[in-house]
C-alpha cells in the first residue's frame, strides 16, 4: 500500500529557512510525478511545487518562485521543499502527492496518493 509521510515542519521566523521532507513507500518512486500543495485555513487547497520523476523537471506556483526549490532523491524514494524567506503569508499545513506518470498537474484532484500533512508556522 502506497504511503507518503510528510515530515520536517514547524515554526519558522520569516525570513529563515525550512526543509520539508516526503518519503513514500509503496510504489515505484521515480515513476511517479510529486507535488507540494499547501492548504491555510478557511482557504481552498493550493498547489506549490511539483517535479517529473526523473529528469527533474520542475513546476512552481507564482507564490513559490525564487523562493522554494522542490527536489527528489529516488534512491531515497524522498522528495523535499526547501522554503527560502518563508513569509507569514505562507502559513499552512504542507501536503506531499504523488501521480503516477510525466505530467505535472496544478489541480489537486489529479493526484492519487496524499500524505498526511505538516504544519509550518512563520512568525513575523
Known amino acids: 500500500q502506497v504511503q507518503l509521510v510528510e515530515s520536517g515542519g514547524g515554526l519558522v521566523q520569516a525570513g529563515g529557512s525550512l526543509r520539508l521532507s516526503c518519503a513514500a513507500s509503496?510504489?515505484?518512486?521515480?515513476?511517479?510525478?510529486m507535488g507540494w500543495f499547501r492548504q491555510a485555513p478557511g482557504k481552498e487547497r493550493e498547489f506549490v511545487s511539483a517535479i517529473r520523476g526523473s529528469a527533474g523537471l520542475t513546476y512552481n506556483a507564482d507564490s513559490a518562485k525564487g523562493r522554494f526549490t522542490i527536489s527528489r532523491d529516488n534512491a531515497k524514494n524522498t522528495v523535499y521543499l526547501d522554503m527560502n524567506k518563508p513569509k507569514p503569508e505562507d502559513t499552512a499545513v504542507y501536503y506531499c502527492?504523488?501521480?503516477?506518470?510525466?505530467?505535472?498537474?496544478?489541480?489537486?484532484?489529479?493526484?492519487?496518493?496524499w500524505g498526511q500533512g505538516t504544519q509550518v508556522t512563520v512568525s513575523s
Open positions: 502527492a504523488a501521480r503516477q506518470g510525466l505530467l505535472l498537474p496544478t489541480r489537486h484532484r489529479e493526484y492519487e496518493y
Open positions: 509503496g510504489l515505484t518512486f521515480s515513476n511517479y510525478a
